[in-house]
């Protein structure tokens, strides 16, 4: 009966690029994480802005006031 090989233990020993290949490939998903997070916090605190002054706008309305 032939062993069985695990298919990523034998990548590894038979392309030796891949290591850097998965390094790079981890930087380039770990940026683009950063950018994603980035742009979320930045559209979460336009849209709490944006929430804040409605809120203010109601209440002016609500308390018979005009901007």
């Given at each position: 009966?032939?062993?069985?090989?695990?298919?990523?233990v034998e990548?590894?020993?038979?392309?030796?690029?891949?290591?850097?290949?998965?390094?790079?490939?981890?930087?380039?998903?770990?940026?683009?994480?950063?950018?994603?997070?980035?742009?979320?916090?930045?559209?979460?605190?336009?849209?709490?802005?944006?929430?804040?002054?409605?809120?203010?706008?109601?209440?002016?309305?609500?308390?018979?006031?005009?901007?």
């Open positions: 009966m032939s062993e069985f090989k695990l298919p990523h990548d590894l020993t038979t392309n030796s690029k891949l290591p850097g290949q998965l390094t790079e490939d981890m930087k380039a998903i770990e940026q683009e994480d950063t950018d994603l997070r980035k742009l979320i916090n930045d559209k979460h605190d336009d849209l709490s802005k944006q929430l804040t002054q409605l809120n203010q706008r109601l209440d002016e309305l609500m308390n018979g006031g005009a901007m």
